[in-house]
């Protein structure tokens, strides 16, 4: 360690402890670094997780005489694929928050179990009109709840913003039951604020209509693109079906603006417009077409949209909007409750 | 006097070794820049074996870029056209080989309009070998079987009779291609040997009308161009037109509107999907062909957005009236 | 402070730095483990690696660009990455420090002098930079073979770390394996012991790296030299001269590895760090000669077609060669892989293991997957091995694109392989032994293994009645029946078949259990209703079999099944890179549509 008047011990100093202030901001550098923890990169972890908050806890719903099965999952948008695949972007486009699921299996026959799809769809009308879209045909509505089916492994109903779907492994009656239970603690456990009622049912007169067929297509309804939030439902007459349906718009001018732009879209796609003998119908110049060899009524009547589609027979066809059109109008006339 | 050199030695020697440290960290940056690849390898094709299609045009002569032909013979219109446009010899040299792109999508009859017209394909070979070519070569990849739509739609037969050299597609002729600036043509399968083989290219189409893309003229031609699974590209089709369109450049396209397929297009099907309009274009900008051509199928440029497209990629112009097209009408 | 101790500090921080990420190269999100962690950085900041994959793919991948700055560095101040950063040239560094301990002074300086042979690592560097630099498809990257930061790297974490985390299990819950860790040990001891016979013996004599950066230091603005003064000639500056480069005469600059020994030695302070030409003058260039360079780049030329005369690349490719998912074709993985081992050692199931020497020169210690080492053949759900390879070999895909979902749909998951059983061994197929353990873990959805019911006859099982009442039948047997042993649900009892041949399709009832001379059947089902067997008659033992297929397009040679399948040593099932989607020339099916 020689020291001599040539080597400049300060510029020495100097520089070796600037070289190590260089080293520290290296470490607090790679310290910042190693902080950004982004564990889905690496894939794990990008699945459904266990999800303790703010999920109900589906666990206390366990049916007698079964166990759990399978841990509670819970999927987001993110990953609702992982579950249902295709089906995602039926619930996705309606409003679809968060799926709880988990399996629950018989103490007795481990061949007998059911997995509850909990849906949290952010609203009633969400719900309903993932529910009402998937309704299978000819299926039994269960009476206890506002709307419900079963089929003959399965359960599928409403409640408040829910849509919950209890699926079976068997055919089973007892599985079915233990399904029943497993209903009626969600709808008396589960709470939920908001609407209960849907009140757009209610403008649909309820003569000849068929039960349980009311149907809410959010968007895209019949090919439109404009035509969302749409109810529609079936009436029989003279042995025929009819399918009717209702928009409510945001104001009256809106209303005839889609019911325009939804009859010239027809138009566009080769219907060809119709006379009408009908009084009624010429008065709110409902549009009545022909669009290849079937029926399609288009009306605007204060807010609401409405019409019938497809029908195979312009006369009951006709008969049905008359119908529609006359409960509107009381109920445009009625002072609002 | 030594002082005096041993410190401008080292000096000269510091400022000398500077400069080259500089010259060394700049070239260093350069060349990272050049190389910088910030998103990594893709799967699939390695950039080394792309291909880019040779440039087949030509320099451009004002007022001789469009001709329009009006006559019901198809065979003495297409004459006609190329005369008007300084004759064969300003695009066929002596000796050249000359690949033609006819329009062979369908296995369809020659009367349905649905393909090119198999007699203008062999006029146009016949005036190809007159002007000198060494081999004229007719190839296109259709949508149905090869084999069928060649001999179906009479083209084999006519363009073999005239002498040019007929080539069926095969995996061997197809390389990937990039188009610089494309969106949709990245590593994409294009069917590429002919063409590589040729010095000439000449697109032959009839007008038709297209349930996609609104009409199917000089542009949608070069869809024959295309390999692997290419109907996923109609999903933006205006796009994929317009990009075929950067992709090709032909010397010279001839627009068939003998008769039209007004609708139903592109195949048609029935003989009163078209109308008889007696006009041929012949143009080497093909974006002033096809503006051109949608009059004939009743519509405006502006019904066609690949048109705008292509226009302002550079490819063409739609005002054609503004190149001076050379009309005639021949008995 | 004076600058050897600058340099010391230095040395130990950045070999701390390494070694930490060696130890937390384990995913999970603790702080002694992967979360944030740039583990890769001392790969990146190899300009071996950077340039070597710049020849080869003629791409500067993002991360490497930090070479870039070591480049750079490099030209200004010298071969700083060798005496202050290089974890690998630190320990060679320290042992040498500790074998020459004891020695004189004299022996020191005769250790440390210039030896020609330095100039080895020269013609090193130009064979592999040639070797990348081959045109097109042939080029091939194999700097990781001598690269120090990747040979480090391999000897850390699948050499060192596996050995003495072990009984600790503190970096892996449970033991790691590397196959051929026995190549990496010879090569990185025979390393470290060098040094006993002469100091950074790796670092003069072999280091390519240390030849890139002996290259690109030619114009440094600062380098070590004499000032202007009597020099005594005691040569002390010479008796820990770490790079050899006879500070003492001319210098060579190229060798010079700014340890500082010197400057901190010389007892005349002669020796400073400086931007002036050394006074005693200097040498800048390699000693490499006209014909050194010419031999070096012709083999490095000649070797490439070498190499590919195997025909590895085309119709000989090896099947048994399962690259991890996101992996690039071959001929453009080899253009990338620098054999770091990253992947291996990040793998949370263990079953990338280090390619040997039974593969060829290209597949040393290159990526593996081996399905009968660690926990469960290759996660469905990870996608660790992409996200750590430093030069994209391994592309780091995301877990939609692994699985084929989202925007990936329509072009479906990664395959690396397929799954083909061998009947001969499989317990189903070969044996008549009930087993679906690979159907039951095959992780995609739907299955790739699929079943089919077949009922074959057990060996010695045609028996005769002696007597049948309800559910029991009891038979005469020559050889007792083992009590239980067609208790266990597989086995079914059928009426033989008739001599006219043939036996009804629902002609067999499960058995519930058995003694050394009678069958208990179950009672869930009675054939029995229309024919009790009568004294006399015979009956057949059945076993129900699930016989196992592989459905080829749904399979994505995970490995699972492989990894699970009973049957030990050569598994009934194996994985074969047929099929894998990263080659469009190896596929089993033709395209669908």
């Known amino acids: 360690m020689a020291s001599g008047p040539g080597r400049n011990r300060r510029l020495e100093s100097a520089v070796s402890i600037l070289l190590l202030v260089v080293l520290f901001f290296i470490a607090l550098a790679v310290l910042i670094k190693q902080a950004d923890v982004d564990m889905t990169r690496f894939g794990l972890g990008a699945a459904a997780q266990p999800d303790s908050q703010n999920t109900p806890d589906l666990a206390v719903l366990t049916p007698d005489g079964f166990k759990e099965f399978s841990s509670p999952l819970v999927y987001t948008a993110g990953n609702l694929y992982e579950k249902i695949n295709g089906k995602a972007p039926l619930y996705l486009d309606a409003g679809f928050l968060k799926l709880s699921t988990q399996r629950f299996v018989s103490r007795t026959d481990e061949n007998l179990w059911m997995e509850i799809y909990l849906y949290d769809m952010a609203g009633l009308k969400n719900a309903f009109s993932v529910y009402s879209v998937q309704k299978r045909a000819d299926v039994e509505t269960l009476s206890t709840m506002q709307f419900a089916y079963e089929t003959t492994n399965g359960l599928y109903f409403v409640h408040g913003r829910y849509y919950i779907e209890l699926l079976g492994s068997a055919e089973s009656p007892d599985l079915l039951e233990a399904m029943k239970n497993v209903a009626d603690s969600i709808t008396a456990g589960l709470n939920v604020d908001g609407e209960a009622q849907i009140p757009e049912l209610d403008l649909f007169p309820t003569h000849n209509l068929v039960s349980g067929s009311f149907k809410l297509s959010l968007k895209d309804t019949f090919g439109f693109a404009d035509l969302t939030d749409t109810f529609t439902c079936r009436y029989e007459l003279n042995g025929q079906s009819v399918t009717a349906f209702i928009s409510t718009r945001s104001d009256p001018k809106n209303a005839q603006k889609i019911a325009v732009s939804y009859s010239d879209f027809l138009v566009e796609n080769d219907a060809k417009p119709k006379s009408t003998a009908d009084e009624i119908l010429k008065k709110v110049a409902a549009k009545v077409l022909d669009f290849y060899d079937t029926t399609e009524i288009v009306f605007f009547l204060g807010p609401f949209v409405g019409g019938v589609h497809e029908a195979e027979d312009q006369k009951i066809a006709e008969e049905v909007a008359v119908m529609l059109i006359n409960r509107l109008t009381d109920l445009t006339k009625t002072p609002k409750q | 006097m030594n002082e005096q050199n041993n410190i401008e030695l080292p000096r000269r020697q510091f400022l000398s070794r500077s400069a080259k440290a500089g010259i060394s960290i700049a070239a260093a940056g350069v060349i990272s820049h050049a190389l910088y690849d910030p998103e990594g390898p893709t799967p699939g094709v390695s950039a080394e074996d792309l291909v880019t299609l040779p440039d087949f045009s030509i320099p451009p002569e004002e007022g001789r870029t469009i001709s329009i032909v009006i006559g019901s ?144 003229m000089t542009m949608k031609n070069w869809y024959g161009l295309l390999g692997g699974r290419r109907n996923v590209f109609h999903q933006d089709i205006n796009t994929i037109i317009a990009e075929l369109a950067m992709m090709v450049k032909p010397t010279l396209v001839i627009l068939d509107g003998a008769e039209v397929m007004m609708t139903n297009g592109p195949t048609g099907g029935s003989v009163s999907d078209l109308k008889r309009k007696n006009t041929l274009i012949a143009s080497t900008d093909m974006v002033a062909a096809d503006s051109f051509g949608c009059s004939l199928l009743d519509l405006k440029p502006y019904d066609l957005p690949y048109l705008a497209k292509a226009h302002q990629a550079g490819v063409g112009t739609t005002d054609y009236e503004s190149l001076k097209p050379k009309r005639a009408t021949i008995s | 402070m004076r600058i050897v101790t600058a340099r010391r500090i230095s040395q130990a921080f950045f070999f701390t730095l390494f070694f930490w990420f060696c130890i937390v190269s384990t995913i999970g999100d603790k702080i002694w483990q992967l979360r944030g962690w740039p583990v890769d950085l001392f790969l990146w900041l190899d300009p071996l690696a950077a340039i070597g994959t710049a020849l080869t793919t003629h791409t500067l991948y993002r991360p490497l660009l930090w070479a870039l700055a070591t480049i750079v560095l490099t030209i200004i101040f010298g071969r700083f990455f060798c005496g202050w950063l290089c974890p690998f040239g630190a320990i060679h560094q320290f042992v040498g420090y500790l074998a020459n301990r004891k020695k004189t002074t004299a022996q020191k300086i005769s250790l440390n002098k210039y030896r020609k042979a330095q100039v080895i690592k020269y013609f090193i560097l130009i064979v592999l930079l040639f070797m990348a630099a081959f045109p097109s498809i042939a080029a091939t990257l194999q700097t990781g073979l001598l690269d120090p930061i990747p040979l480090v790297s391999r000897s850390f974490n699948l050499l060192l770390l596996p050995i003495f985390d072990r009984s600790v299990n503190f970096v892996s819950v449970s033991a790691r394996f590397y196959e051929g860790a026995w190549l990496i040990m010879a090569v990185f001891l025979t390393a470290v012991l060098l040094n006993l016979v002469i100091p950074r013996f790796y670092c003069r004599f072999v280091c390519p790296l240390g030849a890139l950066f002996g290259v690109i230091s030619r114009f440094a603005v600062w380098r070590i030299g004499r000032k202007k003064g009597d020099c005594t000639d005691c040569r002390l500056c010479e008796k820990s001269c770490e790079g050899g480069c006879e500070p003492r005469g001319k210098i060579r600059i190229s060798e010079c590895v700014l340890c500082f020994n010197c400057l901190d030695d010389c007892r005349g302070d002669l020796v400073s760090y400086q931007t002036t030409a050394s006074n005693a003058g200097e040498i800048t260039n390699p000693d490499v000669s006209r014909r050194g360079f010419v031999i070096s780049l012709a083999s490095g030329v000649l070797a490439v077609p070498a190499i590919r005369l195997s025909n590895k690349m085309g119709a000989n490719w090896d099947h048994e060669v399962i690259r991890p998912p996101g992996s690039l074709a071959e001929p453009e993985f080899l253009k990338r892989c620098i054999k770091c081992g990253q992947c291996m050692r990040v793998c949370p199931t263990n079953v990338i293991q280090p390619g040997g020497l039974d593969g060829g020169l290209e597949n040393l210690w290159t990526p593996i997957l081996n399905n009968r080492i660690g926990s469960s053949g290759c996660q469905l759900n990870c996608t660790a091995c992409g996200q750590v390879c430093p030069t994209a070999a391994i592309r780091p895909i995301t877990l939609d694109e692994k699985l084929g979902r989202g925007s990936f749909a329509d072009a479906g998951p990664i395959k690396i392989g397929a799954a083909f059983f061998d009947r001969n061994r499989c317990l189903p197929w070969a044996m008549d032994k009930p087993c679906i353990v690979c159907e039951e873990n095959c992780p995609v959805s739907p299955k790739a293994i699929y079943t089919q019911e077949s009922f074959n006859t057990v060996r010695d099982g045609v028996l005769t009645v002696r007597k049948a009442a309800d559910n029991f039948i009891e038979v005469e047997v020559e050889q007792a029946l083992i009590p239980g042993k067609f208790a266990t649900g597989d086995y079914y009892c059928a009426l033989a078949r008739p001599s006219t041949g043939g036996l009804a399709p629902d002609n067999r009832v499960k058995i519930a259990a058995n003694t050394e001379s009678s069958i208990e059947l179950s009672a869930s089902r009675n054939i029995f209703e229309e024919d009790i067997p009568a004294p006399g008659a015979r009956i057949e033992i059945q076993v129900r079999l699930q016989k196992p297929y592989v459905d080829i397009e749904k399979c994505i040679g995970c490995g699972v099944c492989e990894h699970e399948c009973p049957v030990s040593g050569k598994k009934a099932i194996r994985i074969s890179a047929v099929g894998e989607t990263r080659s469009a020339d190896r596929k089993l099916l033709l395209e669908p549509g």
Not at chain 2, 87 to 95: A, D, T
Not at chain 2, 197 to 212: Q, Y
Request: with cysteine; proline share 7%.
């Open chain 2, 73 to 216: 013979d198809r065979t003495k219109a297409v004459g006609r056209a190329i005369e008007l446009l300084g004759g064969l010899g300003r695009f066929v040299k002596k000796g050249q080989t000359i690949a033609i792109k006819p329009n062979v999508a369908f296995a369809s009859p020659p009367m349905l309009g649905a393909t090119a017209n198999p007699g203008l394909v062999a006029e146009v070979v016949r005036l190809c070998y007159a002007a000198g070519a060494k081999q004229v070569l007719v190839t296109d990849n259709p949508i149905n079987d090869p084999a069928s739509c060649f001999m179906l739609s009479g083209i084999a037969k006519a363009a073999t009779a005239a002498g040019a050299k007929v080539i069926l597609p095969k995996d061997s002729l197809f390389k990937y291609t990039t188009l610089a600036g494309g969106k949709l043509i990245r590593n994409w399968p294009v069917y590429f040997g002919p063409f590589s083989k040729a010095d000439r290219l000449i697109g032959i189409s009839p007008i038709k009308h297209h349930h996609r893309s609104g009409a199917s």
